[in-house]
């Protein structure tokens, strides 16, 4: 894996380029899901400023199971259709939430989280596989330019299952 290329704070976008292009190159050069999910989840954390927690819950029997991730210790197991990562999965759409602690049904698996991301990853057969999961101590940190990119990464994914 090349080098991880990182420009100031000031430019988040460009960031998120070298993310998406990192990402890419780490599915390109390895087969690997768990070691790809893996450093995805690092080059994430790396890459979006203000974030706490990166990573993946992925589908065991309608089941959301930790999968790779950077951050403190997490929620092992979330039910489909309980907190952001649950609703995410059942309902197959991002959710971009900018205060936790306002979303019914919030599971505060680290109680310095303040907002959250949730992607959900789709297979080939249209199954949820996984979702992308992103948590910020900051409220309102994820806005659209996140949310793009971070749609560009899950596609990757997809792309690759």
């Known amino acids: 894996m090349n080098e991880l290329n990182k420009v100031d704070i000031e ?18 050069n390895e087969k690997d899901l768990i070691a790809n999910l893996s450093n ?3 080059i994430i954390k790396f890459y979006i400023d203000d974030c706490n927690w990166a990573g993946f819950y992925l589908n065991k029997e309608d089941t959301l199971v930790l999968g790779p991730f950077q951050g ?12 952001v990562c649950g609703t995410a999965f059942k ?5 971009r939430v900018f205060n936790v602690h306002e979303f019914e049904g919030h599971i505060a698996c680290d109680g310095a989280s303040n907002s959250e991301i949730v992607l959900p990853i789709i297979d080939k057969n249209s199954n949820v596989f996984g979702v992308l ?8 940190r994820f806005t659209e330019l996140e949310e793009k990119y971070l749609i560009q990464v899950v596609k990757v994914i997809e792309e690759n299952l």
């Open 91 to 95: 309902e197959k759409k991002v959710h």
């Open 40 to 42: 995805a989840s690092a």
């Open 133 to 140: 999961d992103i948590d910020s101590p900051s409220i309102g």
């Open 11 to 28: 430019n988040r976008e460009q960031n998120y380029k070298y993310m998406v292009y990192a990402i890419k190159d780490q599915f390109e």
């Open 72 to 83: 403190l210790p997490a929620c092992i197991r979330i039910p489909s259709g309980r907190g």
